[in-house]
């Protein structure tokens, strides 16, 4: 089972720069979500979607967009990347029928 | 908005010693709560949750978690740690909406030592 798979592991990039992480679930989960966490902060809320064409922000939006064309895909875009953003990301998907949240591997992003 | 607190961030125990982890969170309406935990290298898992009923839960590998109420806690107990559960611990409260917008504690770091 594949669960909750997150591209790539790892990234550099530079200030200004822009990019996508991707984020794929094949459980059929209709809520997903992306987290960051940096040391002492624990995971905050970047975004999240209850079902396909359905977004909205969490506690740190700003920097990102998502978007939820299909129940399985659930992208995270950096616009113009900044250091601040340097973290390592979390996607996680969810359904109401387990009430537990499925966690990907994580993806580590460097900027420099 | 609710808000959670994790007081120990950092625990150190030998094996067979007992452990108890802190958090308190803060939040009017329906809580759910949950304990979820990131050995080194890998992705956060759950380890146990609370939606209602008896506030004693046991969870995975011997855990349990007892949510009072009146104190606004959940506390993660073990009564006998292994080498084998050196890891992260988030506590995360969820309002009604469950498991979906959880507010996640800062974490304790736990070390056993064999």
């Known amino acids: 089972n594949a669960g909750v798979t997150q591209t790539p592991k790892f990234q550099v990039l530079k200030t200004g720069q822009s990019m996508t992480l991707q984020c794929a679930q094949d459980?059929?989960?209709?809520?997903m979500s992306w987290y960051r966490q940096d040391p002492g902060m624990g995971l905050r809320l970047i975004h999240y979607?209850?079902?396909?064409?359905?977004?909205d922000q969490g506690e740190v939006p700003n920097g990102y967009n998502v978007s939820r064309s299909t129940t399985e895909d659930f992208p995270l875009r950096l616009l113009s990347a900044a250091p601040s953003q340097t973290s390592v990301y979390f996607c996680a998907s969810g359904t109401g029928d387990t009430g537990e949240l499925f966690f990907g591997e994580g993806s580590r992003l460097t900027v420099l | 908005a609710q808000s959670v607190s994790q007081h120990n961030h950092h625990v150190i125990l030998s094996e067979a010693a007992s452990l108890e982890l802190g958090c308190n969170y803060s939040y009017g309406g329906t809580v759910n709560l949950f304990w979820y935990v990131q050995y080194p290298g890998q992705h956060l898992q759950l380890l146990l949750k609370?939606?209602?009923?008896?506030?004693l839960v046991k969870g995975i590998k011997g855990f349990e978690a007892e949510f009072i109420k009146s104190k606004f806690s959940f506390n993660l107990r073990k009564p006998s740690v292994q080498w084998s559960d050196t890891a992260e611990y988030f506590c995360?409260?969820?309002?009604?909406?469950?498991?979906?917008?959880?507010?996640f504690g800062t974490g304790t770091r736990l070390l056993v030592s064999p």
């Open positions: 609370y939606f209602s009923g008896d506030p």
């Open positions: 979607s209850v079902g396909a064409g359905i977004t």
């Open positions: 459980m059929n989960h209709e809520y």
């Open positions: 995360a409260p969820g309002g009604d909406t469950g498991f979906q917008k959880l507010v």
